[in-house]
Every structure is written in C-alpha cells, then in structure tokens.
C-alpha cells in the first residue's frame, strides 16, 4: 500500500528455481545468472522498474559495486540503450546507502543511513514523492519482505536449479498475499514477474 503522497517501495532481483540469488560460491557466484539478467526480457523489466522511482535504497556492499561500475556505463555509446538509461537514472537518483561503516558518502546525491531498514525506508515513505527501489540488495529486500514494506515485486526468475546459495524467500517471514499484476517470459525461459502486495 503506497502512503498518502503516493509513495510505493518496490523491490527487484533475479531467482533461480530453487529460489536463490547467488550460486553455492558465495555472493560473487552469478555466473549462471548473467545470461538471464542481461536478456532483453531483464532489461526490458528494468526499464518498467525505474519509469517511476525517484530514491534508491542500497546495501554498502551493493553500492559500491553498483556506483563502481555503473557510471561508467552512462557515458558508453556502446552500452545496450536501456542499460545506459538505467546507469543515468542512478547516478542521477536521490540514494540512500544503508551502513554501519561508512562515516560520509563518497558518492554524489548519496546519504548514508545508519539505522534499520525499516525504519529507514518508513521514514522516505512518509515524505517525498515517487517510488523506492531496492534493486538488487538482497539484505536491504529481505530486510524489507520481513517488515511488510514491499509494495511491488519485481522478480526475474531463471530455469536453472542453482542448488546452493542463499536464498531470497526464508522460513520466519510473514505471511502475505500478492497479486501477479504483469508476466513475461524471455527466449531463454526465464521469466519476468511483477507481483502487487494485497493489503
């Protein structure tokens, strides 16, 4: 449910069939992922995904991979035009990184927030305009799927069996309805969700 200023937040990751969103690796195994994430079907999604959202939510791990790299592709000509899109929309976005180490932001339009999640992303919700969105900053997402904040779930899913990895969706969570608002299946079968929190 979005707030009276029309505030939704929105959450985005890509999941493999037994519900993981990294390999059995660690965090740095998403080798079997890349070919999906990056499908036309994926971009497309992102490009839904960020038509409306004004503040971005991150992990400190996950913004300095996302501001290391996606800069950069701004300004490439030879950059897929919707990831350049994407690349422009976060370096542009209002962000919020959430952190317990950091003392200042090193990026530009950034805040550094050391507090919880949730109480966090209340707060941005009961002020401002435009949605929320935690993209792929699966610590900040679960931390948010555990408060009852998500208001619209963006989900690719992948046809693969990863068989390890930590996963998305974990016992403890409360329990919620969604409604699958939009569906789209790529050539490589993966699939994009996109599910609305019933309330």
């Known amino acids: 449910m979005s707030d009276a200023n029309g505030r939704k937040v929105i959450a985005n990751i890509c999941i493999s069939l037994d519900g993981r969103y990294h390999g059995p690796g660690g965090p ?36 300095e991979g996302f501001l290391g790299f996606w800069p950069s592709v701004a300004g490439s000509e030879e950059a897929d035009p919707r990831d350049r899109a994407y690349a422009e929309w976060l370096v542009n976005v209002e962000k919020v990184v ?13 805040v550094i927030a050391n507090a919880p999640t949730a109480e966090v992303v209340a707060g941005l919700k009961a002020t401002g305009s435009g949605d929320i969105l935690a993209n792929t900053s699966p610590t900040v997402i679960k931390a948010l799927l555990e408060a009852d904040l998500v208001d619209r779930l963006y989900l690719v899913v992948i046809p693969e069996i990863v068989g390890g990895g930590e996963r998305l969706f974990e016992d403890g969570l409360p ?18 969700l996109i599910y609305d929190r019933s309330r």
């Open 175 to 192: 329990a919620t309805t969604w409604a699958l608002t939009e569906q789209r299946t790529g050539k490589l079968g993966e699939m994009a």
């Open 28 to 63: 740095a195994d998403f080798g079997t992922f890349i070919p999906y994430a990056t499908s036309d079907t994926a971009r497309d999604h992102m490009a839904r995904m960020i038509e409306h959202a004004t503040t971005a939510v991150l992990g400190r791990v996950n913004a």
């Open 98 to 110: 959430l952190s317990t180490t950091l003392a200042e932001s090193p990026w530009e339009r950034t």
